[in-house]
């Protein structure tokens, strides 16, 4: 089955196609009752009937600014503070005093301080860079999956984690190992992937097909600033809504609307402006 998606820009008493492009898609039906982690997202957990698949593996993908880390900061923070779920942070781009800053900033409060009691653990670019060699930062890193219980785990990137390797057989050798250790453990994950490209059909990377799910956040041009957008394209295991839904970044993090929402796809008056929040 095939979905066509056509978003659009409003102009002078016009309305100009931006983008549109069509995807396959793949709506397994529901067996029975599936253990699902909240990803702490407003309206995103809807879109996904509760959450992501226990111990599942999900890549989220879009360009710079399109609020990624956010949703990755989201959800290690409500894990813990709304589920008591702990969860770990790794970063090959920020360091940790950045990280607890920049989470501060949007609105998770506690997010130092969760750091200082070891429910969120980071391991910033200096901890995944010192040894410049992927065994021995797997080491290190199996040491603490094996020492303590954590329930979540955002990679922010893994763009920077494929540099490690030579060449795409190698990466998607130690990309299929990478995800099996994080089920080996119970580690419910997000992938954050860098893309180059705005919309998702000109980037299909292996890691696509390598994961459970693919959640793609976009941003579009319009006269006032961006509009911002979430689309759930794949999740094993779960019947999802594949539509693409309008987002905005508040004080506080990500927030998802329903397309009955005030919230305006056609950019201009309700859309996601430039000042609708930081992004990362």
Known sequence: MYLLIVLYKSGNNHREPVVSFRRAFYCPAMTGMTDVVPTGVDGLDEILNGGIVDNATVLVSGNPGTGKSILGMQYLYTGVTEYDEPGIYISFEENADDIRTAAESIGFDRFGELVDEGEIKI??????????????????????????????????????????????????????????????????????????????????????????????????????????????????????????????????????????????????????????????
């Open 123 to 280: 391991y910033d670019k200096r901890d995944m860079l010192s040894d410049g060699d992927f065994t021995a930062t797997m080491d290190r890193l199996l040491e603490d999956f094996s020492a303590e219980e954590y329930d979540r785990l955002v990679l922010d990137s893994l763009t920077m984690f494929q540099l490690f390797f030579d060449d795409e057989r190698e990466k998607r050798t130690y990309l299929l190992k990478f995800s099996d250790i994080l089920k080996q453990y119970g580690l419910t994950s997000l992938l954050i992937n860098e893309q180059g490209a705005v919309f998702p059909d000109t980037e299909i990377g292996l890691e696509n097909f390598l994961t459970d799910g693919n959640i793609y956040v976009i941003q579009t041009p319009t006269d006032s600033g961006v509009n911002r957008y979430v689309w759930v394209a794949k999740m094993r295991k779960q019947d999802i809504d594949t539509d693409i839904f309008p987002m905005e970044i508040s004080d506080g993090g990500l927030i998802v609307h329903d397309k009955a929402s005030g919230f305006s796809m056609m950019g201009g008056d309700g859309g996601t402006g430039a000042s609708g929040g930081p992004s990362f």
